[in-house]
């Protein structure tokens, strides 16, 4: 059974247990009082669990910026529809409240359009403060923000997403509603989250098979192997290796990188994931022949469903990559395509006859190209009047 631990202030618990009822996984709460807690809190706990929730985004954010995540973490959040549903509470009660004095404490000044996007004027829309949930001094710039904002008599109402500061509201006198996600929202977060974990611990299992060809196999070629990673099967012949192992162990290794650095010699490599050998090798030869057509340049994990470019690359060098292969589907060479990307860079406009000679080709299966790109949305035409003749048709690329 799937094992969860909750992290929540004590404040919270009632609420998220009575909309777990009937969740088919073991539960366990786990309470803290300030923000400070929560890294230990995460390191103490994340062994023991399959995942681990947070009862709001600050308590994700702070875990999420000060440690390094070897467990699954989520959070409950609420959402348009449970916001608009308090402020519609809210309203009903008092028809006439001037939401220019409503701070709302949850949300900063550059996530307002998300949320109440051409629902107020801007005389009328709510206090809105800068606010890092990744802050541990978080509690205490809040609590500033009130005191200031009571002082200043420019509140009537604070609406606030966290339950701790619910005592520090009571004390000061301080009008407030609480928010807290609806009972149907924290359910579905928690189902998304058992799937999520499922889905994980199976890939976890997956198979990963691993070809390489070298130009000579040294022979200390497994030990090399085994300082990667112990957890693997290696098999050499004349000049290849043929590596098996678990995904987990593949992932935490990273072997297809540091296997890149350790090995100084050019070499093609591939790797496959499946859910038994035969899909693992097969997916390994198909990411081992995208390998060799880009000269090495680039590690690739096929797996049934999906393509991962592995290798560290710069934006611009992986959108280039994405566009050749768009266009290696339309049967347009490689080296073709490297020329039609240099030509879309410089935004360049082309005719049949220039690109013709620009690819060395003829200007009948120029015209076949960019029709074919036209047909597919990567390119579109414009007729431009000329002195004399027809009017000459320019096309420029969109990739």
């Known amino acids: 059974m799937i094992k969860l631990a909750i992290l929540t202030p004590k404040n919270s618990y009632e609420k998220i247990k009575s909309s777990l009822k009937g969740i088919e996984c073991e539960i366990k709460y786990i309470f803290y009082n300030n923000l400070y807690d929560l890294e230990d809190l995460y390191l103490k ?25 070897f467990t699954p973490l989520y959070h409950f959040d609420i959402s348009k529809g449970d916001l608009y549903k308090y402020l519609f509470n809210i309203l009903k009660e008092n028809p006439k409240i001037d939401f220019s004095r409503v701070y709302i404490d949850f949300i900063s000044p550059e996530k307002k ?11 009328e829309e709510p206090i809105f403060y800068k606010i890092d949930f990744s802050n541990k001094n978080l509690y205490e710039t809040l609590k500033n ?60 299992k997956q198979i990963i098979f691993g070809k390489i060809l070298l130009n000579k196999v040294e022979e200390d ?28 162990d593949f992932v935490n290794s990273n072997i297809a990188l540091n296997l890149k650095k350790k090995l100084k010699e050019k070499f093609f490599s591939g790797w496959g994931k499946g859910n038994y050998i035969n899909e693992a090798r097969y997916n390994a030869e198909k990411a081992y022949q995208k390998n060799k057509e880009t000269d090495s340049e680039l590690i690739y994990l096929v797996s049934t469903n999906s393509e991962i470019i592995l290798t560290e690359i710069d934006n611009e060098k992986k959108k280039n990559i994405e566009i050749i292969e768009k266009l290696k589907e ?13 030509m879309f860079q410089i935004r360049e406009k082309v005719s049949c006859a220039s690109l013709a000679n620009y690819l060395s080709i003829s200007e009948r299966t120029a015209n076949r190209l960019l029709l074919k790109l036209e047909e597919n949305n990567l390119a579109i035409s414009e007729l431009i009047k000329i002195n004399r003749g027809r009017p000459k048709k320019l096309y420029q690329f969109y990739f």
């Open 221 to 248: 070629i497994e030990e090399e192997i085994h300082s990667i990673s112990k957890n693997c099967i290696v098999k050499v012949s004349d000049k290849g290796l043929e590596i098996l192992m678990i995904y987990e």
């Open 145 to 204: 923000n009130y005191i200031n904002l009571k002082k200043e008599n420019r509140i009537d109402i604070v609406l606030t997403r966290i339950s701790n500061m619910v005592k520090f509201l009571k004390k000061e006198k301080i009008s407030f509603d609480f928010l807290f996600p609806s009972e149907e929202n924290i359910k579905n977060t928690v189902q998304e989250v058992i799937k999520d974990i499922k889905i994980l611990k199976s890939e976890k």
């Open 45 to 69: 706990n994340a062994q023991k669990y399959d995942g681990l929730i947070t009862s709001g985004p600050i308590g994700f954010e702070i875990i999420k910026n000060s440690v390094s995540l």
């Open 330 to 342: 339309l049967n347009i060479t490689k080296q073709n395509s490297e020329k039609l990307i240099e």
């Open 113 to 123: 359009e998300y949320w109440f996007q051409d629902i107020f004027k801007k005389e």
